[in-house]
């Protein structure tokens, strides 16, 4: 008998059940999230906060660069330009300007 299934990333597959290639709990594994190494992450996480050790991701720009941008924004030059010449995404572009 021929089944198919979607993996974890929704991607489909078809496995021989029937013929016996594949028993059922290596089918439920297949099924399972991959929880494990996100919760430990997360906990990981919790405790240096806890510790005020954890400073999160760094700035893409500095203070100054960041008013650069801003600035140059404001005189009108183009933010695809100014992304590329800053070395960041245009929503980096963005986030700059709304924050």
Same mark, same amino acid.
Request: hydrophobic content about 50%; aromatic content about 10%.
């Given at each position: 008998?021929?089944?198919a299934h979607q993996n974890r990333c929704g991607k489909s597959f078809g496995l021989m059940v029937g013929m016996?290639?594949?028993d059922g709990g290596f089918l439920a594994h297949l099924?399972?999230?991959h929880a494990d190494g996100a919760v430990a992450q997360r %906990?990981?996480?919790a405790l240096a906060k806890k510790a005020e050790v954890y400073r999160g991701r760094k700035p893409s720009l500095t203070v100054q660069q960041a008013d650069d941008?801003?600035?140059r924004v404001g005189a009108g030059e183009k933010k695809?330009?100014?992304a590329r010449q800053f070395g960041i995404s245009? %929503?980096?572009v963005y986030q700059y300007l709304h924050a």
């Open positions: 008998m021929f089944a016996g290639w594949l099924c399972q999230p %906990e990981g996480i941008l801003r600035m695809a330009v100014l245009r %929503e980096t």
